[in-house]
Each structure stands twice: as structure tokens, then as C-alpha cells.
């Protein structure tokens, strides 16, 4: 059985100046009491690794208005201008990442890859420093893994194993994100009883989930 934490506790345990993957497509599957939680602790000098940025407030995007983070890693930043006039001031340092080769790369760190070889970004300025290889006669950039000290999550379900299940777009980054942390932290809508979620419904197991947070009030 796992004992549930308050967003509060939660927000305690992500170091100042650490590696956080945050689960979510524009906030849907993104921790948002969790996130709150290290906004109102003043978290600082975050790298951040999400799909996107969210947007001025929402998601990802709270804890740049925040202050807490110093770098971020997304596949793109266009629907939060706050993000971009951080940029352009030098605030924050932005990389991005083709979705696909992102999702690529998390999935390698987790399943301990020494990285991904993809064509896309050949003879673009993605290709800068890289190591670029030709495998039968066509060129491929060799991505490296990407991997961070905590994985913040949102789930539709867990039960008090700490099984997760997910909904929607929530599965789009959650399910590998998970396995590419050294500490998982889970946001659940519902905590049920163990044997509720049916096995094929869970995506990520609780053997590596680290940490449950106590479902809304």
C-alpha cells in the first residue's frame, strides 16, 4: 500500500537546480497541483523537459511565469509568448526538439539506449554539433538520451499500489517519461482500490512509481 502526499510534499522533494520532466500535451496530463505547489515554494533554476511549454499560467507555463526555471527542452514553445519573450531577453535557454525525436529520446533513457538515430533535422541547423552517421547510403543524426532527476505526472487513476492509468492525450508523454526519471511523483484524479483498474488499463506499472500525491479535497 502507498501513502498518499500533499502537493506541498511533493513540491519539497524536487531539488533547486535539478532535471524535472513534466507529463502533458498543452496541460492535458500536466500535475497542476503539483506545479502550483512549486511555484508558491519558489522552486528555482529548473531545467524543464515537456512537449511544450503550456501556456502563460497553465501547465509548464506557471512555472515559467514563476520564475523556477532557467532551461527548457519542448518540441515547441507557440502558444506561450511569455516562454518566447524570456528567450529573446536571454532569461531562459530553449531547446527544441522534433516531437517525435523527443518522445525518442525519453524513451531511450528509459530503456537505457545510448541514443536514437533519426533523419529528420539532416541539413537543417538540428543538425549542429552532432554526430551525423550513414547507414545504406542515408544520413541519420544520432539523438542522445535524455533522462531527469524527477518525473512529474497527472493520471486519471491510480490505485494504492500505484498504478497508474491515463486518458486522452495524457498518454502521449506520461507512459515513457515515467521510466526515465530516478523519482516519479504521480498527480492522480482518483485513488481506487487495488484490483479496480483492470491490468490491461494500466500503463504504468507501480513498481516505479516513487511517489503517490492525495487526490483533490
Not at 95 to 116: D, F, H, S, Y
Not at 124 to 138: S, Y
Request: proline letters at 6%; charged letters at 20%; a negative charge.
Amino acid at each position: 500500500m502507498r501513502e498518499a502526499i500533499s502537493p506541498t510534499e511533493a513540491a519539497a522533494l524536487v531539488r533547486d537546480g535539478s532535471t524535472v520532466m513534466i507529463g502533458g500535451f498543452m496541460g492535458v496530463g500536466s500535475p497542476h497541483r503539483v506545479i502550483a505547489a512549486l511555484v508558491a515554494r519558489g522552486a528555482r533554476d529548473l531545467t524543464v523537459i515537456g512537449n511544450d511549454a503550456g501556456r502563460p499560467g497553465h501547465g509548464i507555463g506557471a512555472l515559467i511565469d514563476g520564475g523556477c526555471v532557467t532551461r527548457c527542452i519542448a518540441s515547441h514553445i507557440g502558444l506561450n509568448p511569455n516562454l518566447q519573450k524570456k528567450m529573446i531577453a536571454g532569461e531562459i535557454v530553449v531547446e527544441l526538439v522534433p516531437q517525435g525525436t523527443l518522445a525518442e529520446r525519453i524513451r531511450a533513457g528509459g530503456a537505457g539506449l545510448g541514443g536514437v538515430l533519426t533523419p529528420t533535422g539532416v541539413g537543417t541547423v538540428v543538425a549542429e554539433g552532432k554526430q551525423l552517421l550513414n547507414i545504406d547510403g542515408r544520413d541519420y543524426l544520432l539523438e542522445k538520451p535524455l533522462r531527469a532527476d524527477y518525473a512529474l505526472l497527472h493520471c486519471y487513476e491510480a490505485d494504492y499500489y500505484a498504478n497508474l492509468s491515463y486518458r486522452l492525450t495524457a498518454r502521449n508523454f506520461n507512459p515513457v517519461m515515467a521510466m526515465a526519471a530516478d523519482m516519479v511523483i504521480a498527480e492522480p484524479d482518483e485513488i481506487v482500490p487495488i484490483g479496480l483498474i483492470p491490468p490491461d488499463h494500466v500503463c504504468t506499472p507501480g513498481i516505479i512509481v516513487t511517489h503517490l500525491v492525495e487526490r483533490p479535497h
